[in-house]
């Protein structure tokens, strides 16, 4: 079945590690990739994203992501956690470039430890 | 501050009870769409409006409806709560449909069933 994957369910690293969260996607076809964050009692923010072009995207708060096509991922990185990282990364797809519908990853949960 | 706003935060209904979940934005945008997240699961896409057209997913229950009466508003209706229905419900809306419109996501309404 056609899936947004995100083998690392709880990943708990100490302040200044860097960070990779892995998200794999099962869809053939055009795709365009999402990583949002939901921190402890917050809504769901807009981390990035990728629709076409650089496969190196950057987004807010010091994070990126990298499209590789052959792999069918599209992993978030940060190179030096802060506690304040600490929250929910749900990895999300649309389909085409028609529809809106996302579809999500089960989500990883960070800590971060001071 | 423009926003994303469902009420109530928690919903308490008892098993076969109606129950009607809220979700309203200042936004101003045109699509409004409802999600289902499960414990330990992905968001999943329920339906979404674009204006007053409204848009069903093939695998949603006939037991959740949805109105929005005008721009600003959109409800969830569960008509007959059974157990399995007990899950986040996330509101969100975009601009348009085109996946160049990111979607705001509400704090979501977290509703239990007796």
């Known amino acids: 079945a056609q899936s947004v994957s995100q083998h690392n369910h709880h990943v708990i690293l100490s302040e200044a590690a860097s960070l990779e969260l892995g998200c794999n996607y099962s869809?053939?076809?055009?795709?365009?990739l999402f990583w949002y964050v939901q921190y402890p009692g917050q809504h769901l923010q807009l981390l990035l994203k990728y629709f076409s072009g650089d496969p190196l995207v950057k987004g807010i708060k010091g994070f990126e992501a990298e499209f590789i096509k052959s792999k069918f991922s599209f992993n978030l990185r940060k190179p030096s956690v802060q506690w304040s990282d600490t929250a929910e990364y749900f990895c999300?797809?649309?389909?085409?470039?028609?529809?809106?519908?996302?579809?999500f990853g089960t989500g990883t949960r960070l800590t971060v430890i001071p | 501050d423009a926003m994303v706003i469902q009420n109530p935060r928690y919903q308490v209904t008892q098993f076969g009870k109606p129950v009607t979940l809220s979700c309203s934005q200042t936004?101003?945008?045109?699509?409004m769409y409802w999600y289902q997240q499960k414990s330990s699961q992905a968001p999943k896409l329920l339906f979404h409006?674009?204006?007053?057209?409204?848009?069903n997913e093939a695998d949603t229950p006939d037991n959740f409806q949805s109105r929005r009466p005008n721009t600003s508003f959109c409800f969830l209706d569960i008509r007959s709560p059974g157990l399995g229905d007990a899950a986040m419900y996330l509101c969100?809306?975009?601009?348009?449909?085109?996946?160049?419109?990111?979607?705001?996501f509400g704090d979501g309404t977290r509703l239990s069933i007796l």
């Open positions: 869809y053939g076809g055009t795709v365009n």
């Open positions: 936004l101003n945008h045109n699509v």
């Open positions: 999300a797809v649309t389909r085409g470039t028609g529809a809106n519908n996302l579809f």
């Open positions: 969100a809306t975009s601009r348009g449909d085109r996946i160049n419109q990111p979607q705001h």
């Open positions: 409006y674009y204006d007053k057209d409204f848009n």
